[in-house]
């Protein structure tokens, strides 16, 4: 019996089974499937042949699969049919022996073809590692498939856990206003606006539209229910939190969504978008929201609704809507029945903010992962389903093409079907889930902390740059087996995501039992390498991701080299008046963000003249 909210077992135990979608509706779809291994087969001869060198694009790597399958299949075919024909004229002439082999090879051959029909990509080609700019499914958000990056290197100032300089989650070691402007730009350029204001409201009407809402931007009462990651202020019962104080006082080391980040985000959706403070409530479902939280947002935004797991000290207690939530694997019937948080269920729009880290069972804790905490319990809090049984790790469930709770929360009507926005913060970062601080090493961070913040309205892309992020800085726990937090297949959940309608693990995701089949719920590819960092938008060779770079740090230094002077200007000059998505368009020349090269970026240059930077 689950003792915080007993009637929800027996609602669960008494439920009837859901009806199942109705498969048969595709029957006559499958003759599809050699008709495009037919196509692929064309489209592959007419572009290699001309060009050998163009079997390495990506959209020749796609079609090789099916082309090849195609092929396999017709030899099968045509062999059945002769065979076939053969053993009926050799019947007829009493040659009973001769067609009695013939018939045999018609029916091998027959078995083989039905064996090797043409399978689709999600099968042919996402049970194994996805090689770079290799994009799958359907991008989404105002500017398709774009991840904003922004980094300032100002933004944090801390020497470390162990140099006996306090907490990483500090004022002094936060300057809010530059945390401030990485909200802003994020915002900014995600919606591709030049103000604040003008963003959300893109933002917001990109997802009405979508959501059969009409062309409308944000109307006061429709609320929205921030997800932050608060994993070190989770309630384990351990005394962590002073339950009379609502002080912090173990574990504060360890790294969650920075409370700075945090309120950046409260000011941009009160100031700049103009929602009223009692729509919003934010937290963590299985957390405390304690101190160093409360006072500098509390002291802002008294009105919001701050949620917490035992709702203590002016926090607003966490509580159980009856929106179902179900998980999708096969033969899974737990002895509770999950639940959607009430305010996530009232929320009209939903924003999953996670932190940037690599995890020791998922590979990654970012967006995806982050819904784990989403629901009222621990993951594995006993009588309920067990989510840590499907990550990737070895004791878990490795290898591609498996089923994955995250996709089943991204395909969930009231997670990912309300997703607004993602953010992933990434002031401090970490090489797993219970992490300090952790600095990175790769360029451009070189040792200092990665002081970033991701933003998408995609939620398959943006896990997707973060997940090469990850990789790129410890890849020891992706590349190294011997490594103990060593995890295959850590991209598996966004392949599945992806190709939710038809995904590698031939998992119906149904997390509503609506019994509708969903469409893509995202694009996900790799980078092409850790040094230019550029996906397939980026190139100009897909519709996969489109990162967009903002290095907020030494403004004017247009080649990173330390000082602003003619070398600058040159590169400046030779991008002069592109915008992005042209050709010669470069990001480090468009110093104010806009997306355009102008005298703008000129005026930024020139009040920097002759600086040099430490």
């Keep these: 019996m689950n003792g915080s909210h007993p009637t929800h077992e027996t609602v669960a ?51 090789f699969p099916m082309a090849s399958g195609f092929v396999i299949w017709l030899m099968g075919l045509v062999t059945t049919v002769g065979a076939y024909r053969t053993a009926k004229a050799l019947s007829r002439r009493r040659w009973t022996r001769v067609a009695a082999v013939c018939a045999v090879i018609a029916a091998a ?58 907490y990483w989650w500090e ?52 609320k929205i229910n921030i997800k932050l990651n608060l994993v070190a202020q989770a309630d384990h019962n351990d005394g962590r939190v002073n339950l009379t104080t609502y002080v912090q006082t173990k574990y504060q080391e360890n790294v969650s969504v920075s409370p700075w980040m945090a309120l950046a985000l409260l000011r941009q959706l009160v100031y700049k978008a103009g929602v009223p403070q009692e729509d919003i409530s934010i937290g963590d479902a299985m957390c405390f929201w304690p101190a160093q939280y409360w006072d500098p947002c509390h002291g802002e935004f008294p009105n919001v609704v701050y949620l917490d797991r035992r709702g203590l000290c002016g926090r607003t207690a966490v509580a159980y809507s009856d929106h179902r939530f179900y998980w999708s694997k096969t033969g899974v019937n737990p002895r509770n029945q999950d639940y959607v948080p009430l305010h996530n269920a009232q929320a009209t729009y939903f ?131 011997t490594h103990y937090k060593y995890v295959t297949a850590p991209d598996d959940y966004l392949h599945e995501a992806a190709l939710v309608e038809n995904p590698p693990s031939g998992t119906f995701y149904d997390p509503d039992r609506s019994g509708v089949v969903r469409a893509s719920l995202g694009v996900h590819e790799h980078w092409n390498n850790n040094t230019d960092r550029q996906y397939t938008r980026n190139l100009g060779t897909g519709e996969g991701i489109e990162l967009l770079w903002y290095d907020v740090g030494d403004p004017g230094d247009v080649n990173r080299d330390g000082q602003v002077n003619a070398v600058d200007l040159l590169m400046m000059a030779h991008a002069w008046t592109t915008s992005r998505g042209q050709p010669g368009f470069v990001q480090n020349v468009d110093l104010n963000f806009d997306g355009m090269v102008n005298v703008l970026d000129l005026l930024e240059l020139a009040k920097n003249w002759n600086v040099v930077y430490p």
């Design 351 to 481: 924003i999953n903010f996670a932190n940037l880290k690599a995890h020791e069972g998922g590979g990654i804790t970012l967006c995806g992962k982050n819904y784990y905490g989403a629901l009222i319990r621990t993951p594995s809090t006993y009588g309920y389903y067990e989510l840590h049984g499907d990550l990737p790790f070895n004791s878990g469930s490795p290898g591609f093409g498996r089923y994955r709770t995250m996709t089943d929360f991204i395909a969930h009507p009231d997670f990912g079907g309300k997703g607004l926005l993602y953010l992933i913060d990434g002031l401090w970062g970490g090489n797993d889930a219970g992490t300090r601080p952790t600095r990175w090493y790769m360029p451009p961070f070189n040792g200092d902390w990665p002081s970033s913040l991701l933003a998408s309205m995609d939620p398959v892309a943006i896990d997707s740059v973060g997940l090469d992020a990850c990789k790129a800085e410890v890849a020891g726990v992706y590349l190294n087996p």
């Design 13 to 63: 135990s008494t439920c009837p089974k859901a009806p199942q979608p109705d498969r048969g509706r595709w029957s006559g779809a499958v003759w599809l499937v050699p008709i495009v291994g037919l196509a692929s087969l064309i489209w592959f001869l007419v572009r290699v042949i001309p060009k050998p060198s163009r079997a390495t694009y990506p959209c020749q790597r796609m079609a």
């Design 109 to 166: 051959a027959g078995l083989h073809t039905v064996f090797n029909m043409p399978v689709e990509p999600a099968q042919a080609a996402y049970n194994v590692p996805q090689t770079a700019n290799t994009p799958i499914g359907i991008a989404r958000g105002v500017a398709p498939g774009r991840v904003v990056w922004i980094r300032d290197a100002d933004a944090t100032d801390f020497l470390g856990a162990y140099q006996g300089d306090g």
């Design 171 to 222: 004022a002094r070691h936060n300057d809010q206003a530059a945390v401030d402007n990485m909200m802003s730009l994020a915002i900014r350029g995600v919606a591709g606006t030049t103000t604040d204001e003008a963003a959300w409201d893109a933002i917001f009407r990109h997802f009405n539209q979508t959501h059969g809402r009409g062309d409308v931007g944000y109307t006061a009462g429709d």
